[in-house]
């Protein structure tokens, strides 16, 4: 363990432990920004010295396999086990979202927030590193996210996109504090569509008219949105959840900042609170290479066909649905929120 809190143990994650959904990598490995650290292992100054079994030969687009009901990557599948197993601490803090719905956002926020907008600490690593992916499995002998949470000292911050049903169940057990992010249908959809054609470990995504038929039918990676963002809504009922709105956080930053830091018991002065919002902006955070995801090769999430941290925007879905589609998803959504109190803005 480095003195800014950095273990390089774990560095033979860094490239691959939250890109999402990968089986392999391809093409050219980009070096790690921890490179420079003597005491960290040598492939990670020179790429080429990867161990000999990590499987960086290739990567290949996936298919959704059903657990549960749900669809999932078969990594996930295949490792549901060691998942369902997981043993949360009490002091464990859960970031959850649908997929495309803010996560990096709130990871980032929520570091800023527990580090007192301590830039420097922020930036001991990636935000990918900082708060593991729970269900995130790269090639052997490269390390899972749960492995990485296993070693990581307390108190830790963990990431998931599990649907609630699929929550490891230690984690009500020892009544973990979790912050989930919900963001609307339409521009959850559309950002998921670019994330597919740009992750390269993702479903080939088709056409827009095509994969918009998917997601609302539930066939895309992790399933139903209404089920997802419902299930959610309702836990919060009987456990220590912070519920936000993407729209929300972008309307007033501060403002739902401010409920972060209340809901893990952390004082914000208002200069450290003026800090934080700064540097959570999508501005700041697209130039940030910890947050960007520019230590990521292309050859795994291209960011030639599409930026990570695309466009940051509520609002965005009208560029891409058709009065018809806009029209045809309101008619569903209103079908599918009967009975719950739950409501999203789609422009603010």
């Known amino acids: 363990m480095t003195e800014d809190g950095f273990d390089c143990r774990h560095a033979d994650f860094l490239l691959m432990q939250e890109i999402l959904f990968i089986k392999g990598a391809g093409g050219e490995i980009g070096s790690s920004p921890r490179a420079g650290r003597s005491d960290c292992p040598a492939w990670e100054k020179d790429p080429a010295s990867m161990p000999d079994g990590a499987d960086t030969t290739f990567i290949k687009r996936l298919e959704p396999v059903e657990l549960e009901g749900v669809p999932l990557l078969s990594d996930t599948v295949e490792n549901w086990a060691k998942i369902k197993e997981f043993q949360a601490r009490p002091d464990d803090l859960l970031l959850c979202t649908y997929p495309k719905a803010g996560t990096t956002w709130i990871q980032e926020i929520v570091d800023m927030v527990q580090q007192g907008g301590d830039v420097q600490k922020c930036a001991r690593a990636p935000v990918y590193q900082r708060s593991p992916y729970l269900e995130m499995f790269p090639p052997k002998p490269l390390r899972s996210g749960l492995e990485i949470a296993e070693g990581m000292p307390s108190p830790r911050t963990l ?54 038929k ?42 739902e900042i401010q409920k ?62 058709t009065v018809a589609q806009s029209e045809w998803l309101d008619d569903i959504y209103a079908q599918k929120s009967m009975g719950t109190d739950l409501s999203f803005r789609t422009q603010i």
């Not at 919900?182 to 056409?207: T, W």
């Not at 419902?230 to 709105?245: D, Q, T, V």
């Open 214 to 255: 998917n997601f609302i039918a539930g066939k895309v990676v992790y399933g139903c949105w209404f089920e997802h963002v419902r299930g959610w809504w309702e836990a919060k009922s009987h456990h220590p959840i912070l519920y936000l709105f993407y729209e929300d956080i972008k309307e007033d930053p501060a403002r």
């Open 159 to 212: 990431k998931t996109h599990f649907p609630v049903q699929l929550l490891p169940s230690s984690f009500w057990e020892q009544k973990c504090k979790i912050i989930y992010v919900a963001r609307n249908i339409k521009d959850s959809v559309v950002s998921f569509y670019h994330f597919h054609r740009m992750n390269l470990g993702l479903p080939e995504p088709g056409q827009w008219d095509d994969f918009l």
């Open 260 to 321: 972060v830091a209340q809901f893990l018991d952390i004082k914000l002065s208002e200069s450290v609170l003026k800090q934080i919002v700064h540097l959570t902006t999508f501005e700041s955070m697209k130039e940030n290479p910890m947050t960007n995801y520019s230590t990521v090769p292309s050859s795994i999430l291209d960011q030639r066909v599409s930026a990570f941290l695309r466009k940051g925007t509520v609002g965005d879905w009208k560029v891409h649905f």
